[in-house]
């Protein structure tokens, strides 16, 4: 029972050398899943997105808190040989797993050749996030990614300039295939005994996650474009204006849509040969939209979200992020969890969504204040006593200051 407690990666190790969101946001879900996580952080900046705000809680920058959790962290300069002796040995002796997203070339600058610890530790997975394919050493950023990919093109107004999403989707894609990819290597090894090297970049990701859109553009040969709330496939599938707000609202097949018709009074729309098909009622969306909106305009949202629902209609209201939270979904899924952390106190965080029956995963401990663990980790690195009184006073390594500060 102690290992189930632990959760599903009870026992697995990760030296996460990763920043910013697409790896840190795969080694907390690996720490959510039972890894223990070490980040290795700048020496005096720690991960950049430390610096990334307002808000700040307590100092803390709430990106960072969002991201970080389930992790131990040692602030290391990794210019200077002392701490590249600390990784190192971390990687063969401690880690089964080791993730980074240096710029192509600096670990190698470092002494610090993932090839290398794959050639001296064969058990050893390591993972690598790009910003584009191998071969091209662009830095990659979420904002860039989203208009080079073509998740711009096809995000805002039919009618208005390219939009970005609202998150920094580019980097939660592929943050999602990072930890997948390393899921998939670790059970491989319990096949083979060997590791492997994975390498993900932000733009194939994204390239990846046009799915539908980019099916259809490769089939037929005919652009993407935007389509606002639209979808391009379906209809009635958008934003839709009642009395006092809009709602949103998705009409999969066509029995949902006999089921809207009867509601919204107007049966005859099924033998419209406007709108008695899907591809039909794609064509003339516009005819439809005008339709729909006429009659939900007469009645609240609420209203009409009691009726769509009841109906079996998918159906839902638009929420503002405070009412998200505020919501009883929210409320019974448990999804907000509150961790002690040294500065801010009661942290609240949202818990990432699996449910197992017999290996929980859910967040183990809070964001750690850079260096937070420093010592302990040099000791357990097999430092001597003499070698860390060194690191400490030449700035090879630095850990926080008894007010949390660093």
């Known amino acids: 029972m102690a290992r189930q407690a632990e959760g599903p990666l009870g026992g697995v190790r990760v030296l996460d050398l990763s920043r910013i969101l697409a790896g840190p ?24 997105t430390r610096t990334w705000g307002p808000p700040f809680v307590a100092g803390e920058s709430a990106y960072y808190l969002g991201v970080n959790r389930n992790k131990e962290s040692v602030a ?25 997203n240096f710029r192509p070339g600096n670990l190698e600058r470092f002494d610090l050749s993932l090839e290398a610890m794959r050639k001296a530790k064969p058990a050893l997975i390591t993972a690598s996030v790009r910003g ?3 071969g091209d050493d662009r830095a990659g950023y979420d904002f860039v990614i989203q208009g080079a990919g073509g998740l711009m093109s096809i995000t805002g107004p039919e009618d208005g300039e390219p939009y970005k999403v609202g998150v920094a989707a580019a980097d939660l894609f592929t943050s999602s295939f ?6 998939a290597a670790l059970y491989a090894r319990t096949q083979t005994g060997e590791g492997q090297h994975l390498s993900v970049s932000l733009f194939e990701c994204e390239v990846a996650m046009l ?24 209809a009635p599938y958008e934003l839709f204006h009642t009395q006092d707000g809009p709602l949103a609202l998705g009409v999969g097949n066509d029995r949902q ?30 005819e439809l939209r005008d339709a729909i909106e006429g009659v939900l305009e007469r009645r609240g949202r609420e209203e009409w979200l009691g009726i769509l629902t009841a109906a079996g209609i998918p159906c839902g209201p638009v929420r503002t992020v405070a009412e998200v939270f505020a919501s009883h979904e929210v409320e019974r899924a448990g999804s907000v969890v509150e961790l002690d952390h040294p500065l801010v106190g009661r942290l609240k965080q949202v ?56």
């Open 211 to 234: 799915a539908n859109v980019a099916s259809s553009h490769l089939l037929t040969g005919q652009p993407a474009r935007r389509y606002g709330n639209a979808h391009p496939s379906m």
């Open 25 to 48: 946001y795969a080694t907390m879900a690996l720490g959510e899943l039972g890894a223990r996580v070490i980040k290795v952080e700048h020496v005096r900046e720690g991960d950049d």
């Open 178 to 183: 990072l930890l997948s990819g390393i899921l």
């Open 76 to 100: 290391l300069d990794l210019t200077k040989p002392l701490a590249q002796k600390v990784v190192r040995r971390l990687a063969l002796d401690w880690a089964d797993v080791v993730v980074e």
């Open 351 to 406: 818990r990432l969504p699996w449910r197992f029956t017999g290996t929980p995963a859910e967040p183990r401990r809070p964001p750690p204040l850079l260096g937070q663990h420093t010592l302990a980790i040099l000791r357990e690195a097999g430092l001597s006593e003499e070698e860390i009184e060194r690191a400490f006073a030449e700035g090879v390594a630095s850990e926080p200051r008894p007010d949390g500060a660093n």
């Open 257 to 286: 849509f006999r089921s809207l018709a009867e509601v919204l009074g107007h049966p005859e729309w099924v033998r419209d040969e406007r709108f008695a098909t899907n591809p039909d009622r794609v064509l003339h969306r516009d």
């Open 132 to 134: 584009y394919p191998l």
